[in-house]
Nanobody, 114 residues
C-alpha cells in the first residue's frame, strides 16, 4: 500500500488549502481514510475520517465547520479541504488507511502564519 500526500504549503490566516492523498496497492473503494496532523513538539492528532463509499465522516472538534474531506473513488484519491486556516493548524498532515489503519503516507507540511 502506498499513500502519497500533496498540496501542502505556506498560507496566511484565513486562507484555504486543499490536500490530496493518492492511494495505490489497495482496493480503494473498500477502505476508510483518515487525516492526522502533527504540530512541532506535539503528538500526532486525528483530524478527519471518511468511511468507505463516503457514507460517514467525522472531524476533530478543532476543525469542524472549516475542514471537509471528500473522496474521489475513480481517482483513488481523498482530499482534505481546509478553509479559514489558523496558525494552530500548522503541522505535517498525514493520510492513513489500510487494514486496521496500518498504512501511512510520508506527510505534507502546512504552515499558517502572517
Amino acid at each position: 500500500v502506498r499513500l502519497v500526500e500533496s498540496g501542502g504549503g505556506s498560507v496566511q490566516p484565513g486562507e484555504s488549502l486543499r490536500l490530496a492523498c493518492e492511494a495505490s496497492g489497495l482496493s480503494f473503494v473498500n477502505y476508510a481514510f483518515k487525516w492526522h496532523r502533527q504540530a512541532p513538539g506535539k503528538a500526532r492528532e486525528f483530524v478527519a475520517l471518511i468511511s468507505s463509499r463516503g457514507g460517514t465522516r467525522d472531524y476533530a472538534d478543532s476543525v469542524k465547520g472549516r475542514f471537509t474531506n471528500p473522496r474521489d473513488d475513480p481517482r483513488d484519491t481523498v482530499y482534505l479541504e481546509m478553509n479559514s486556516l489558523k496558525p494552530e493548524d500548522t503541522g505535517v498532515y498525514y493520510c492513513n488507511s489500510g487494514d486496521r489503519f496500518r498504512d501511512w503516507g510520508q506527510g505534507t507540511q502546512v504552515t499558517v502564519s502572517s
